[in-house]
């Protein structure tokens, strides 16, 4: 099949929405031949960099950028929304160019990983599908109570955003015109449900390359007697890192430790934080590392807390549980669709106070029951194996470009034979 995959965010060997758009259109190359549209500023020596060293004749990238704005999308957060949006439609001319010459069977929208935001392509006469889209999650009020007013302003400021935004006509329409939708959390699907999309199905943006995925592998479960449990990401208020910490301080650990990888605005009062909770000389604060560097730590690190209020994704509690080690979470987001029982604790987000609690117990069990620990590992592993690897994803979805264009040859084929009837019945 001739596939076109829209791929604002596309870059090797980055997370987030460039791993997300390099690794689908990768994948899926393997059983199609696809065609990707992209931006020649950020990405292009890499991705070309990448395919001498690794050729794949079926996958063909298509740059192209803003003429008259180029790079101006750098500027500010709201000039990329800006420069985002008006590419997209940048991208449907060039698309519809490409589809006279080409002729494809079926158009993907990729990254941006956005639900809120409208995708042209949608109005392209093929079957058009639509994410993993995601941006629908909002951190239950409850836990607003320990935000500082800035925070909060931000919290409203996003909400009002993602209201304005998926009233947007054309948003709608992409909802609409989609013959799947699929988005990362439950709370996106209602979201886009609510927009008009018919068939919408819940599936995570994360995945990991299968090279990835047999090098933390290798990590071993530590038989020495030190826990550490480790939290990793941008140090900001949604990230949920201060109910790490109070957990931590609850479960009245002595001997174990608590790292935090990252840096961000919120660093010194989660320092403030474990100090006033008596706990300052369990926890280290690593600041950002190398990727590379910040997953050999967390091979020596007991379990991952990663207790995220609104997280789409959650590409690290993948990394962790590849790597062997349980994850803490609580039952939001994209860690909610990625972590089970099996695999660690998902508590409820009710109340921080109930959070807290949940998660500090927890840790308690996993301080004090290194078989649970195994068994928890281990199941993490086969999981990602099972449903997180990317060749995994891509064959899925191979199939599922087959089944759709499937059933719209034969949608076609009664088109047909209905104005053919009825043709022959007016004569």
């Known amino acids: 099949m001739k596939i076109l995959m829209s791929a604002y965010s596309c870059e090797p060997g980055k997370g987030s929405e460039p791993g997300v758009g390099w690794n689908f259109v990768r994948a899926v190359a393997k059983y199609h031949e696809v065609w990707v549209l992209t931006r020649p500023d950020e990405g292009r ?4 960099a990448e395919l001498a060293r690794n050729p794949i004749p079926n996958l063909h990238f298509i740059y192209f950028t803003l003429p008259i704005w180029g790079g101006g999308w750098k500027w500010k957060f709201g000039a990329m929304q800006l420069h985002y949006y008006l590419w997209q439609i940048q991208a449907y001319f060039v698309a519809r160019r490409l589809h006279r010459q080409i002729g494809f069977d079926l158009a993907h929208h990729v990254t941006f990983v956005k639900y809120s935001r409208p995708s042209f392509l949608c109005l392209l006469p093929i079957p058009f599908i639509w994410g993993p889209v995601g941006g629908g999650e909002f951190a239950p009020r409850a836990f607003w109570q320990d935000f500082s007013l800035s925070n909060k302003i931000h919290e409203t400021v996003r909400m009002l955003a993602c209201w304005v935004f998926e009233s947007d006509p054309f948003a709608r329409l992409t909802a609409q015109r989609s ?15 609510k ?4 068939n919408v199905q819940v599936y995570s943006e ?4 299968r090279e990835e995925i047999a090098r933390l592998a290798q990590c071993s479960m530590s038989s020495d007697s030190q826990v550490r449990f480790a939290s990793v990401g941008r140090l900001l ?16 650990l002595p001997d174990a430790e608590y790292w935090v990888f990252g840096d961000g605005p919120e660093k010194k009062r989660l320092q403030c934080l474990a100090d006033k909770l008596g706990i300052a000389q369990q926890v280290k604060f690593w600041n950002k590392l190398p990727r590379e560097e910040t997953l050999r730590k967390l091979g020596e690190c007991t379990a991952l807390v990663h207790p995220s209020l609104h997280d789409s994704g959650g590409w690290v509690c993948l990394e962790a549980m590849a790597a062997g080690r349980p994850v803490l979470c609580l039952d939001l987001g994209g860690p909610a669709v990625q972590v089970t029982e099996q695999t660690g604790f998902k508590v409820p987000a009710h109340t921080p106070e109930q959070a807290v609690r949940d998660l500090s117990k927890g840790m308690v069990s996993l301080a004090k029951d290194s078989d649970l620990r195994v068994r928890m590992g281990e199941a993490g592993r086969r999981r990602v194996s099972e449903m997180f690897d990317w060749e995994v994803k891509a064959s899925h979805l191979a199939q599922l470009y087959e089944e759709i264009y499937n059933q719209q040859q034969v949608f076609k084929l009664k088109e047909f034979d209905t104005a ?3 043709s022959s019945k007016s004569k």
Not at 195 to 198: D, E, F, K, P, Q
Not at 206 to 209: A, D, H, I, K, V
Not at 239 to 249: E, I, V, W
Request: charge should be positive; aromatic fraction near 6%.
């Open 45 to 48: 020596e890499v991705i070309e």
């Open 179 to 193: 013959v799947l939708a699929k988005a990362t959390t439950e709370d996106t699907a209602a979201r886009v449900r």
């Open 195 to 198: 927009m008009g999309a018919r």
């Open 206 to 209: 994360s995945g990991l390359p």
């Open 237 to 252: 208020h949604w990230k949920g890192f201060h109910l790490g910490l109070r957990a931590f301080a609850q479960a009245k």
């Open 420 to 422: 053919a009837l009825s």
